[in-house]
T-cell receptor, first 114, second 114 residues
Framework: DSGVTQTPKHLITATGQRVTLRCSPR?????VYWYQQSLDQGLQFLIQ???????AKGNILERFSAQQFPDLHSELNLSSLELGDSALYFC?????????????FGEGSWLTVV | AQTVTQSQPEMSVQEAETVTLSCTYD???????LFWYKQPPSRQMILVIR??????QNATENRFSVNFQKAAKSFSLKISDSQLGDAAMYFC???????????FGTGTSLTVIP
């Protein structure tokens, strides 16, 4: 158990709909990352937050947005869903500071768009 | 941006034998961290081993060890006495000491043959 909690674990929704994925980082971790992994694909970095502020943005679509709340949990909002958005969405967290911290992954949220 | 390259999309090894997975990276920085993550069929991302660039000694975790060649920017993972449970996708990752950004390779799928 990495200590990173993601909900829901599985989600099936229809095209055009909107979903919210939730992530609670490890206790004390200020950085939260979101990654997308499609079937048989590598990890695509979406976005990173640090203590509530957006820190880095990767290949995140305009239909997607995220935020990190004062209690450090984060949400990834996916709207106007398309079939191609079906994927495993990982949240990860890392500790504060810049001294060789490791990134810890949650178990992922499986999103299926039908 | 830094890049991480895993040139072996697939590898196989006989049970109890040794296998080496390759990883190279491109960076102009001198202080950074390297990681290997394992993703079994459950799709959970599990940290296998970590190496600090300032350490000359190669990291070891039980049957897993790395061959870190800083000048060559190479970071290979050696799995000794391979077990069926080692079958997974393996991702190499890089992180600069001055950043919370993580860069992942495209992964190597390892099959263990009984």
């Amino acid at each position: 158990d990495s200590g990173v909690t993601q909900t829901p674990k599985h989600l099936i929704t229809a095209t055009g709909q909107r979903v919210t994925l939730r992530c609670s980082p490890r206790s004390g971790d200020l950085s939260v990352y979101w990654y997308q992994q499609s079937l048989d694909q590598g990890l695509q970095f979406l976005i990173q937050y640090y203590n509530g502020e957006e820190r880095a943005k990767g290949n995140i679509l305009e239909r997607f947005s995220a935020q990190q709340f004062p209690d450090l949990h984060s949400e990834l909002n996916l709207s106007s869903l398309e079939l191609g958005d079906s994927a495993l969405y990982f949240c990860a967290s890392s500790p504060t500071g810049l001294s060789g911290n490791t990134i810890y992954f949650g178990e992922g949220s499986w999103l299926t768009v039908v | 941006a830094q890049t991480v390259t895993q040139s072996q999309p697939e590898m196989s090894v006989q049970e109890a034998e040794t296998v080496t997975l390759s990883c190279t990276y491109d960076t102009s920085e001198s202080d950074y961290y390297l990681f290997w993550y394992k993703q079994p069929p459950s799709r959970q991302m599990i940290l296998v081993i970590r190496q600090e660039a300032y350490k000359q000694q190669n990291a070891t975790e039980n049957r897993f060890s790395v061959n870190f060649q800083k000048a060559a920017k190479s970071f290979s993972l050696k799995i000794s006495d391979s077990q069926l449970g080692d079958a997974a996708m393996y991702f190499c990752a890089y992180r600069s000491a001055g950043s919370n950004q993580f860069y992942f390779g495209t992964g190597t799928s390892l099959t263990v043959i009984p």
